[in-house]
């Protein structure tokens, strides 16, 4: 596709239950960053991989969160066990560069809403 | 990473041109400065990036200065469409390959 797609869109979780959030990045981008938006605050970062690799995961927020991207294409930031304070937007983008002074693409989030 | 302080939020009409002006007093050398746009319900979307001085483009023009401590982006001739969150950001050759987002700057653009 020409942008960054995410699915789904929407989901709601019991609190408890497991979630993977997918992200497919624009064809050829190496870098790949998944952020957490909660309502009225700015994108917190959470994750980066450069291709397949995890270079950054220092925003992840707990061991309950995971996220892989094993062929250097897809990704998928799996949340274990949710809990209310996981209900966000997570949103997803990708780049052509290793380094931060390129545009990167966002693709429209998933929002989280755990009941 | 550099810190950046922005307006929370700015008021203007359809016409107009707004200039936000956005803080990063300990920007490193190698750092970029990028703006990026949000609407409700969709991902950021860059804007515009620049290092020093001015970059143009067809939406946005980027002035910083010389110690480069601070930077304005200029929207000309807002419409309605231009109500969003901006964010200035700025990162790059830091070793910290993710950009990192404040706040933002809520623009509402009146008739």
């Known amino acids: 596709g020409a942008g960054v797609s995410q699915s789904p869109r929407y989901k709601v979780a019991k609190r408890g239950q497991d979630v993977a959030l997918r992200c497919d990045p624009i064809?050829?981008?190496?870098?790949l960053f998944w952020y957490q938006q909660a309502l009225g605050q700015g994108p917190e970062f959470l994750t980066y991989f450069q291709n397949e690799a995890q270079l950054d995961k220092s925003g992840l927020p707990s061991d309950r969160f995971f996220a892989e991207r094993p062929e250097g294409s897809v990704s998928t930031l799996k949340i274990q066990r949710t809990q209310q304070e996981d209900s966000a937007v997570y949103l997803c983008a990708s780049s052509s560069s290793r380094e931060g002074d390129t545009e990167a693409f966002f693709g429209q989030g998933t929002r989280l809403t755990v009941v | 990473l550099a810190k950046t302080t922005q307006p929370i939020s700015m008021d203007s009409y359809e016409g107009q041109e707004v200039n936000i002006t956005c803080s990063h007093n300990n920007i490193a050398t190698n750092d970029y400065i990028t703006w990026y746009q949000q609407f409700p319900s969709q991902g950021p979307r860059f804007i515009i990036q620049g290092y020093k001085t001015k970059v143009t483009n067809e939406v946005a023009s980027l002035f910083i200065p010389a110690d480069r401590k601070s930077s304005t982006l200029s929207l000309p001739r807002v419409s309605l469409s231009d109500t969003a969150v901006y964010y200035c950001?700025?990162?790059?050759?830091?070793?910290?390959?993710?950009?990192?987002f404040g706040s933002g700057t809520r623009l509402q653009v009146q008739p």
């Open positions: 064809s050829g981008h190496v870098s």
């Open positions: 950001l700025v990162g790059g050759y830091t070793g910290r390959r993710a950009l990192t």
